[in-house]
C-alpha cells in the first residue's frame, strides 16, 4: 500500500473514539490525547507509520500586562510528518493549538490540543458525543459553530476576571480547551450569563454600602 492508503486504512479501521477521561471537579467528559494518540499509534504502527512532530513556533501573549499572576495565552504551531518506513513517503499536517492558563503547563497543553486536533481531522474522527446534549447543540446550530474574534475572546477574559469567575470552569462547561474555540452561539450564552453575574455583584455592593 501507498502512504495515502495506509492513512486511509487507518480512518476504515476507527469508527470512533469515545471519551473515556472524566475530569471530577467539574463534571465532564472528555477525550484524552493519549487515547487518541494510542488508537491511531497501534494502527499506524501496525502498518508501519511513523508520525515526527515538529514545533515550528510557540508564542506567547499575557492578558494582563504587569499583573504576574494573569492568565496567559500561549499558541503554537505543529507540523505533524506521517512518514512510510518502508517507502520513506510522507504527509504533513500542520495544525495550531492554543491555550489560555494561569499555571505552567500552557505550553503542554496547547502542544497536547495540536496533536489531537491533528490526529482527529486527519482521520476525520468521530468523538462520541451525546447529540441530546444542549451544549453540543448550541454549537451546530446554523451560523452558530463559527469561532469568535479575538477582541470577543477579550471581552469575555475582561468579564471573567472582573467577576471573579473560574476560567476552567468556564472552559469545562462548554467543553473547550480555550476561549479562541468558543462558537457564536456560546459566547453569546456566556456574554449574558456574565454580564447578570456582575450586575448582580454591582447592585449587591450598593446595596451593602448604603446599609
Do not use: W
Not at 515538529?54 to 510528518?81: C, H, K, N, W
Not at 452558530?144 to 473560574?166: C, F, K, M, Y
Not at 469545562?172 to 468558543?182: F, G, N, P, Q, V
Amino acid at each position: 500500500m501507498t502512504l495515502r492508503q495506509k492513512l486511509g486504512e487507518v480512518r476504515r479501521r476507527i469508527a470512533y473514539i469515545q471519551k473515556r477521561g472524566y475530569n471530577e471537579r467539574h463534571d465532564y467528559n472528555y477525550m484524552a490525547a493519549a487515547d487518541i494518540a494510542g488508537t491511531v499509534g497501534d494502527i499506524l504502527a501496525e502498518l508501519g507509520v511513523v508520525v515526527i512532530p515538529r514545533l515550528q513556533s510557540i508564542t506567547f501573549e499575557p492578558q494582563a500586562p504587569g499583573r504576574l499572576d494573569s492568565v496567559r495565552v500561549v499558541r503554537v504551531i505543529m507540523p505533524y510528518t506521517f512518514t512510510d518506513v518502508n517507502s520513506a513517503e510522507e504527509n504533513t499536517a500542520k495544525v495550531a493549538g492554543e491555550r489560555l492558563d494561569v499555571g505552567d503547563k500552557a505550553s503542554y497543553k496547547a502542544i497536547t490540543g495540536a496533536l489531537k486536533c491533528a490526529l482527529l481531522q486527519s482521520f476525520l474522527l468521530a468523538t462520541g458525543d451525546d447529540p441530546e446534549d444542549e451544549r453540543a447543540d448550541s454549537r451546530t446550530a446554523f451560523g452558530s459553530e463559527r469561532p469568535i474574534t479575538a477582541e470577543q475572546v477579550g471581552e469575555l477574559q475582561g468579564l471573567i476576571e472582573e467577576t471573579g469567575t473560574d476560567l476552567e470552569r468556564v472552559l469545562a462547561y462548554y467543553k473547550i480547551s480555550a476561549l479562541s474555540e468558543m462558537t457564536e452561539a456560546s459566547y453569546r450564552r456566556a456574554l449574558d450569563l456574565l454580564r447578570r453575574k456582575l450586575d448582580k455583584q454591582s447592585h449587591g455592593g450598593v446595596a451593602h454600602a448604603q446599609n
